[in-house]
């Protein structure tokens, strides 16, 4: 970024103390060809960073800013309760009223269990169902992230898919021959995985909207026939909801297509723009976690009452206004926009887009799958979102995540952005 100065001295300076120079691969805008900005502040649809840039922003904290930045009800909650203390290590009230909120919300979880990370959720419901089964094997999907617990880096999507990493080194080989791995939306993949190993898979865990890969919806039946699959050879499913909670539909996807998994993972949204993770789900597989049951897992700083405070003024707020019917019709609104806007450029594209995610591949489409995905013409994609951050739109660096919309987006946000993207899409062709 050429007039970006304070954010390239901070890269440097990031650069000599930490790896890449970022706590998070994707922030490094490796995968554009590109350097990150610094943001400074936030507020509603808009990011603005260190050099007084301003951007309509789409990434949203990679998912959990679904009312935008700043909300007034999150920052007044978040203030009551830092001003109380920051920690305690003994149960707090807001643990149980947000526990509560979340049972309430989600369909399928009867009890649930507060961790500080995505991560943690999806690595603990995986022991959880591994103990409860006694089985040691799980299935997973090629492109769906699940965070970076050992068992999950293979094939994953999110960062790995970015840097076309198929696994990590650190990671035993004996640990990831316990995870299967077949394509999204392939019945017979599954039904010949699940013929030869059925018997020792403790659990099957998909996204059930792959947000990882870009954006990819199961085709119909899909997520019924994972239900009635595993409960065949008596796995569990677990929905790992963690970009879905609180975000395609009030109670996540599993509300949104009606489909009861056995455990959830959820994150992001759950915490208001804190680090909050939960796993939930049947209070008798739940109820094996220690202390009631014998599955250990703990957190020093899990139920943390402003990170909680944070998630349950997001929840109250969302559950008063569900605006996920208006968030899904802006989102068609803006995929439609893109995809018509590259079709004038001659440029072939498909997009999707469920409650506030959406996701636009500039390819041929149906993408059903993460190999599918691989056929974005990446090159492409890099200059477009060059000339959109230029243009002032903060679109994921990479082709493979999904779009975020947040409640601060309005139809005006919209319209500028399908402007700027149709100069950023004329000018990425040009460069062809
Ligand atoms: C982001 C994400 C995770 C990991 O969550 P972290 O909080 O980054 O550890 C896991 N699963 C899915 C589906 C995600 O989108």
């Not at 390239?8 to 890449?20: D, I, T």
């Not at 109820?287 to 700083?301: C, F, I, K």
């Not at 996920?324 to 893109?338: H, M, P, Q």
């Not at 002032?392 to 987006?409: D, I, K, Q, R, Y």
């Amino acid at each position: 970024m050429s007039r970006a100065n304070r954010s390239q001295g901070l890269f440097e300076r990031a650069r000599k103390v930490s790896p890449g120079g970022v706590h998070s691969p994707v922030r490094a805008f490796g995968a554009v060809g590109s350097e990150p900005f610094f943001s400074a502040s936030g507020v509603g649809s808009r990011l603005r960073d260190v050099d007084g840039n301003e951007y309509i922003d789409y990434v949203l904290s990679w998912g959990p800013l679904v009312l935008g930045h700043a909300h007034p009800e999150v920052t007044a909650a978040v203030e009551r309760a830092v001003r109380k203390g920051t920690h305690y290590g003994t149960p707090t009230p807001e643990e149980v009223e947000l526990a509560e909120k979340v049972i309430a919300l989600v369909p399928s979880v009867e009890v649930v269990r507060f961790v500080n990370s995505g991560t943690e959720a999806t690595m603990s419901a995986v022991r959880l169902a591994r103990a409860f089964t006694g089985r040691d094997l799980i299935l997973k999907f090629e492109g769906c992230y699940h965070g970076h617990g050992d068992s999950f880096l293979a094939r994953a999507g999110s960062g790995l898919a970015t840097l076309g990493l198929p696994s990590s080194p650190g990671v035993p080989k004996e640990i990831t021959q316990l995870t299967l791995t077949v394509p999204f939306n392939d019945f017979q993949a599954v039904q010949e995985t699940l013929a030869e190993h059925g018997d020792r898979v403790a659990a099957v865990i998909t996204e059930p909207v792959v947000g990882n890969s870009g954006l990819i919806l199961a085709e119909g039946g899909f997520l019924e026939f994972l239900r009635e699959e595993t409960r065949r050879i008596g796995a569990l499913l677990i929905f790992d909801e963690v970009m879905t909670g609180f975000r395609v539909a009030l109670g996540g996807a599993q509300e949104r297509y009606g489909i009861d998994p056995d455990l959830t993972a959820l994150g992001k949204v759950i915490g208001g723009g804190f680090p909050v993770g939960a796993y939930g789900g049947r209070r008798d597989i739940m109820s094996r976690v220690a202390p009631e049951g014998d599955v250990y897992q703990a957190g020093t700083l899990s139920g943390n009452p402003v990170a909680m405070a944070a998630g349950l003024a997001q929840l109250d707020v969302l559950e008063r206004e569900n605006p996920y019917a208006a968030l899904e019709e802006r989102a068609l609104k803006l995929v439609t926009g893109i995809v018509a806007a590259a079709g004038r450029c001659g440029i072939p594209a498909t997009g999707a887009a469920t409650g506030s995610m959406w996701g636009v591949y500039f390819c041929e489409g149906p993408v059903r799958n993460f190999e599918e995905a691989l056929k974005v013409d990446r090159q492409f994609f890099n200059a477009y979102h060059r000339e959109c951050l230029l243009g002032g739109v903060f679109f994921a660096p990479s082709p493979f995540e999904a779009g975020f919309l947040s409640t601060a987006h309005s139809d005006a946000d919209i319209s500028e952005t399908q402007e700027i993207v149709e100069q950023a899409l004329a000018k990425a062709t040009n460069k062809k």
